[in-house]
Structure formats: C-alpha cells, structure tokens
C-alpha cells in the first residue's frame, strides 16, 4: 500500500462515461480511502431524444453530481458543447491545468480511437498533455508538475486503427450493484436516452425498483461483451475457472507517452487488479 491517499483523476467526454468504464476502479478507490475526481468535459447536452440542450446541460451536471456522491467522490462537468469537443490548444490548457492543479497519481481516459469523435478528442488531448505538464515554460502561470502520473486508456472494443492492448484487468463482479447506483443517478440516460436509442424504451420499468433491477441487466447484457473479448487476460490473471466466469470487468492499457509504473508502483495504483 502507499505511504500517502492515492489520486485518480478520470477524464471522460461524457457525463456517465467514468463510471461505466471505470467505476469498479473508483469505488475500490474510495473504499481504500483515495482521492477521485471524475470529469466530463463536455455539458452532456446532445443526449437526448427530447429535453431541450439547455434544460438538459443543468440536469446532466446535477446527476453527474449526485453519481460521484454516491461514492464520496467529486464529479465535474465542464462547459464544451457535447458533440462539439475538440483537442484544440484551449482546451489542451484547460486539460494541463486540471491535472497540474490536481496532481493525479493515474489518470484514466478513453484511447484515441473511438466511435464517438467526443472520446478520441479527449484520449488525443491527454495524450498532448501528458509530456507538457512537466515542462515549466509552457502555461507558467501554472507550476508544472515534476513527474507526470500515469495515465491508462478505459476499455473499448474497436480494432481500427488499432485494437486495444490492455495490461491491467480487474475483476467488478463484487461492484456491481455500486456501479448501477452510480449510473441509475443518470436517469436521462439510462432510463431515457439509450433505451430510446437502441429501441427498448417501452422495456423500462415505471417502478423504481424495478427500473433498478431493469439497469443491472441492461449493464451486465453491455459489459459482457468486454470480458468476452479479454476473456483469455481474464483467464490468465485468475484462472481458469473464475476467469471463464466473470462477467464484468474493466480493463486499462498503460498509455506510452506518460510515466510507465514499475511492477511496484503498477499494484499500487489499481489496487486488487491483476496484471496477466
């Protein structure tokens, strides 16, 4: 274990991206009593068959907020107009300042290779920030940090322009029903929106509880086909016989253009991971 609480800072494009890429990873965090701050660069505000942009941003932002709380952990949501984020030099800065302020110990993004253009341009602006947060010149109103954190890629399953190729696997079985409160905090969402999109919307509960055993099954039926495509990792980090049985799990791959941790510092920072 570290000497000193642990930061995680996850970059996402998306209010509800961090926690359904990475939200084992966050409450194994704050259950060892570590630090974790999630963000959504953009306002959220394009997600929606019917709310109005401005009326959605607000409501985005509070179940963000409320999300992170369900875990003790700070959610922020940024102004960038959702659908429109690019890795333009401003918002580089505004990337390299957030993780000079915040002094992340790992920083979790999606890779520069995605379905959606708002997830590469966050992967590609860490990735142009990961170098330049220790260079003391650039942005000195900011002090530079003297090391940068390690930053890791969350889990995606495209193979253009090139697969992903993780390290990291972790197990989320046993957070499953944390996971699911955090996400049932985005009800414009999960209850909302993506039903609506994938044309299940009639399948959602009105009842609460139900809507809550609803979501465990709509999040399980999306995940397992992440621990299908990892299930050989899988096995190799917990055997054969609990590897072909996990479900859920959240994998990362250690991105090479920042800090690259020793067999150490690598258990450290993804506490209870395996590293097949």
Not at 35 to 52: E, F, K, Y
Not at 105 to 130: C, E, F, I, K, N
Request: net charge negative.
């Amino acid at each position: 274990m570290p000497t000193q609480p642990l930061k995680l800072l996850i970059l996402g494009a998306h209010p509800d991206d961090a926690e359904y890429h990475a939200g084992g990873l966050a409450i194994v965090y704050r259950q060892l009593g570590h630090t974790v701050r999630m963000i959504s660069l953009t306002n959220g505000a394009a997600g929606h068959h019917q709310r109005p942009p401005q009326t959605l941003a607000q409501i985005r932002r509070a179940e963000a907020a409320a999300a992170g709380a369900t875990i003790g952990a700070e959610y922020l949501t940024w102004d960038i107009p959702d659908g429109e984020l690019m890795p333009t030099l401003e918002v580089r800065r505004m990337v390299i300042r957030e993780i000079r302020t915040f002094a992340p110990d790992l920083v979790l993004t999606h890779r520069p290779y995605d379905y959606h253009p708002d997830h590469r341009a966050v992967g590609q602006l860490v990735q142009d920030a990961s170098y330049l947060v220790t260079v003391p010149n650039f942005m000195p109103e900011v002090p530079a940090l003297y090391r940068d954190p390690v930053v890791a890629y969350m889990a995606d399953l495209f193979n253009k322009p090139c697969p992903m190729n993780p390290q990291v696997v972790l197990d989320v079985t046993e957070h499953i029903d944390g996971i699911v409160r955090m996400l049932a905090c985005h009800r414009t969402q999960v209850f909302e929106w993506l039903p609506y999109e994938e044309g299940v919307l009639d399948s959602v509960p009105a009842d609460e509880q139900e809507k809550i055993a609803w979501l465990r099954r709509w999040y399980l039926e999306h995940v397992r086909p992440r621990a299908e495509r990892f299930r050989d990792l899988l096995v190799a980090a917990y055997g054969p016989v609990r590897g072909r049985q996990i479900e859920a799990c959240e994998v990362f791959e250690i991105s090479e253009y920042a800090q690259r941790p020793d067999t150490v510092r690598r258990a450290e920072l993804f506490p209870t991971a395996r590293f097949p």
